[in-house]
């Protein structure tokens, strides 16, 4: 998926108005594509970053378990 996508389909889920469960979801999406971005710059020495990529790898899971859904 393209980041572009992603962006669109995250604005979509935290659309107007915003209820604290949508802020919510929306500040650990943007964590998640900021932690995805430090992954892959980690992912070019993978030997020496394997330390430093689980803990991303871990954070951004535990970020992906926090998201709830939106009842309207």
Same mark, same amino acid.
């Given at each position: #998926? ?6 669109? &389909? ?8 915003? $209820?604290? *469960?949508?802020?919510? @979801? ?5 964590? #998640?594509?900021?932690? &995805?971005?430090?992954? #892959? &710059? &980690? #992912?070019? @020495?993978?030997?020496?970053?394997? @330390?430093?990529? *689980? ?10 378990? $926090? ?6």
């Amino acid at each position: #998926m393209e980041r572009q996508e992603m962006a669109d &389909q995250a604005a979509a889920a935290t659309a107007p108005p915003l $209820s604290g *469960i949508r802020t919510a @979801n929306y500040i650990a999406l943007f964590t #998640m594509f900021v932690l &995805q971005d430090l992954l #892959m &710059q &980690q #992912m070019v @020495n993978p030997v020496t970053n394997f @330390n430093n990529i *689980i803990a991303l790898a871990s954070t951004i899971a535990a970020l992906n378990g $926090s998201i709830k859904p939106v009842e309207e």
